[in-house]
Each structure stands twice: as C-alpha cells, then as structure tokens.
C-alpha cells in the first residue's frame, strides 16, 4: 500500500519509532499539508477480516487517517479518524456471515469509506486508491 503513494507522486514519510500508532506520514501533492495515517492489514485466512480491535475506546486516534486492507482480494476502508470515534471494543467493517464472521459486504455505515480493487488492473491500482484516498481527504476536509 506505502507503494501506491508512491507511485502516485505522493511524499512519504516512516516514521523511526512507532510511539504514537503512526506508520506512514504522506504529504498531499496539491496541498503539501502533511497526513498521518495507520495501517492495518488482516492476514490471508482470517475468519474475521472484517474486524479490528478498538485501541482508540472513547478517545480520539493519534493520526489523520486508518488505511484497513485485506489484501488478498485488496478490498481497502480509508477511513478519518472521525469515522473511528466508538465506545465497543471491536469494529466490524464488514457483515456478518452465517457463521457470524465478518467478512460480508461493507457494512452501510463504512460504505463511503470502502474500496474494491480485486477486480482492477494490478497497474492501475495505485492510481484508483490514490483518487478514492484523495475523494475521502476532500470530503473530510470540506466537512471541517
């Protein structure tokens, strides 16, 4: 995923340490406003690759953005932290199966903020998740 700002033109920044639950900072190429975002990924085979724990309970994240993916089928949530703002323990981004998984469609109320890239062309991904990444920043930022 770090590739695909990348390739896209974006600055990107690691940080040495991970004190603050920030892996990548970005740099919006119009802007040039610096964006903090967290990443996190689910393991191929997860029964559960729509869930993540809450490590933000009743307060608000350290960072601008949380990129969740599942990148065997690269279905992606860019999601601003506002979007993160919940009391439970868990989040479920997606719905639940038969057996209670979650690993279903996008749930309605993270549907905004999700992306499927499974089906597009490997090149183009990082020009499609950029656009989308870019449509949610503007969206959040409009907002404020």
Same mark, same amino acid.
């Given at each position: 995923?770090?590739?695909?700002? &990348?390739?896209?033109?974006?600055?990107?920044?690691?940080?040495? #340490?991970?004190? %603050?639950?920030? /892996?990548?900072?970005?740099?919006?190429?119009?802007?040039? !406003?610096?964006? #903090? =975002?967290? +990443?996190?990924? *689910?393991?191929?085979?997860? &029964?559960?690759?729509?869930?993540?724990?809450?490590?933000?309970?009743?307060?608000?994240?350290?960072? /601008?953005?949380? +990129?969740?993916?599942?990148?065997?089928?690269?279905? =992606?949530?860019?999601l601003p932290k506002e979007a993160l703002n919940k009391s439970g323990?868990?989040? /479920?981004? %997606? *719905? *639940?199966?038969?057996?209670?998984?979650?690993?279903?469609?996008?749930?309605?109320?993270?549907?905004?903020?999700?992306?499927?890239?499974? /089906?597009?062309?490997?090149? &183009? !991904?990082?020009? !499609?998740?950029?656009?989308?990444? #870019?449509? +949610?920043?503007?969206?959040?930022?409009?907002? #404020?």
């Open positions: 995923m770090t590739i695909w700002f &990348l390739e896209a033109g974006w600055e990107l920044f690691t940080p040495v #340490s991970d004190l %603050y639950g920030v /892996d990548l900072v970005v740099r919006e190429p119009k802007s040039r !406003r610096l964006l #903090s =975002v967290q +990443v996190k990924h *689910k393991e191929p085979g997860a &029964l559960n690759e729509g869930r993540l724990s809450n490590d933000w309970v009743n307060k608000a994240p350290p960072f /601008d953005y949380l +990129v969740f993916i599942v990148p065997i089928n690269f279905r =992606v949530l860019v323990k868990t989040f /479920d981004f %997606y *719905k *639940k199966d038969s057996k209670k998984h979650s690993c279903g469609p996008v749930r309605p109320c993270y549907s905004q903020y999700a992306i499927e890239l499974g /089906d597009e062309k490997p090149e &183009l !991904r990082s020009l !499609r998740f950029i656009e989308f990444f #870019s449509k +949610v920043h503007a969206s959040r930022t409009s907002a #404020s």
